[in-house]
């Protein structure tokens, strides 16, 4: 029975994630398989790889042929330099210790390797994340400047409204206060002329008597001059 190491794929639409399995070649993808190996995960930087080394190496010696992906997954574990190097062991090609000291040399300078790869991504986020934080700062320094110079144009407004109308109330006061003066004063200028016309009347009515008195002598004149006219003839 042919066998293969793949992946089987989970995970949501647009946010996937897979499994690492040992599966017979003839088996759909996201069908049964033998033996689940590890997770990966390629939607985080960098990508999340869990697998278990023995296994996968206890396989890989027992020849299953992993694709593509896996294969590249295998060689970024190490795993696959495990098995040449173990197969060189098995050909008296290399000793054991000598298999285990190239590896773990492999495996350090991989590790370090993995360890500034992922500060080196770790730090280009950081500073994403510094200029995004940056970026909205900006944006809310902008509209804080623009929500003070709004409220402040409002505030002069309502200070200009508030001056109109104490204005207005000011004339409002005003105005009574001055037709009240007018009041007083055409009050004023009517007692002024009723006292002129009193002081003028009895002039008046003194001279309507001197002339009355006139009119009464010229009269009584009159009269005997017509009684002395009247004897005569």
């Given at each position: 029975?042919?066998?293969?190491?793949?992946?089987?794929?989970?995970?949501?639409?647009?946010?996937?994630?897979?499994?690492?399995?040992?599966?017979?070649?003839?088996?759909?993808?996201?069908?049964?398989?033998?033996?689940?190996?590890?997770?990966?995960?390629?939607?985080?930087?960098p990508a999340t790889i869990d697998l278990h080394f023995d296994k996968?190496?206890?396989?890989?010696?027992?020849?299953?042929?992993?694709?593509?992906?896996?294969?590249?997954?295998?060689?970024?574990?190490?795993?696959?330099?495990?098995?040449?190097?173990?197969?060189?062991?098995?050909?008296?090609?290399?000793?054991?210790?000598?298999?285990?000291?190239?590896?773990?040399?492999?495996?350090?300078?991989?590790?370090?390797?993995?360890?500034?790869?992922?500060?080196?991504?770790?730090?280009?986020?950081?500073?994403?994340?510094?200029?995004?934080?940056?970026?909205?700062?900006?944006?809310?320094?902008?509209?804080?400047?623009?929500?003070?110079?709004?409220?402040?144009?409002?505030?002069?407004?309502?200070?200009?409204?508030?001056?109109?109308?104490?204005?207005?109330?000011?004339?409002?006061?005003?105005?009574?206060?001055?037709?009240?003066?007018?009041?007083?004063?055409?009050?004023?200028?009517?007692?002024?002329?009723?006292?002129?016309?009193?002081?003028?009347?009895?002039?008046?009515?003194?001279?309507?008597?001197?002339?009355?008195?006139?009119?009464?002598?010229?009269?009584?004149?009159?009269?005997?001059?017509?009684?002395?006219?009247?004897?005569?003839?």
């Amino acid at each position: 029975m042919p066998v293969k190491i793949r992946l089987t794929r989970r995970g949501r639409k647009k946010q996937p994630f897979y499994h690492i399995v040992v599966a017979d070649s003839r088996a759909p993808r996201d069908g049964k398989y033998i033996e689940k190996l590890g997770m990966y995960d390629p939607t985080t930087k960098p990508a999340t790889i869990d697998l278990h080394f023995d296994k996968a190496l206890d396989w890989l010696q027992k020849g299953a042929q992993p694709t593509d992906t896996c294969r590249a997954i295998l060689s970024y574990k190490g795993v696959m330099l495990k098995k040449h190097l173990q197969e060189g062991v098995k050909k008296n090609a290399l000793t054991q210790e000598e298999a285990d000291r190239k590896f773990n040399e492999w495996l350090t300078s991989k590790e370090e390797k993995i360890r500034a790869e992922r500060e080196t991504e770790l730090s280009k986020l950081e500073k994403a994340e510094k200029e995004r934080l940056e970026a909205e700062k900006k944006i809310s320094d902008e509209r804080a400047q623009e929500l003070a110079k709004r409220n402040a144009e409002e505030a002069e407004k309502e200070q200009v409204e508030a001056e109109k109308q104490e204005e207005t109330q000011e004339a409002g006061q005003k105005q009574p206060k001055a037709e009240k003066q007018q009041e007083e004063t055409q009050e004023a200028a009517g007692e002024s002329e009723a006292s002129a016309e009193k002081e003028e009347a009895p002039e008046q009515t003194e001279e309507k008597k001197e002339t009355e008195d006139k009119s009464g002598e010229n009269t009584d004149d009159q009269q005997e001059e017509s009684n002395e006219s009247k004897k005569e003839e």
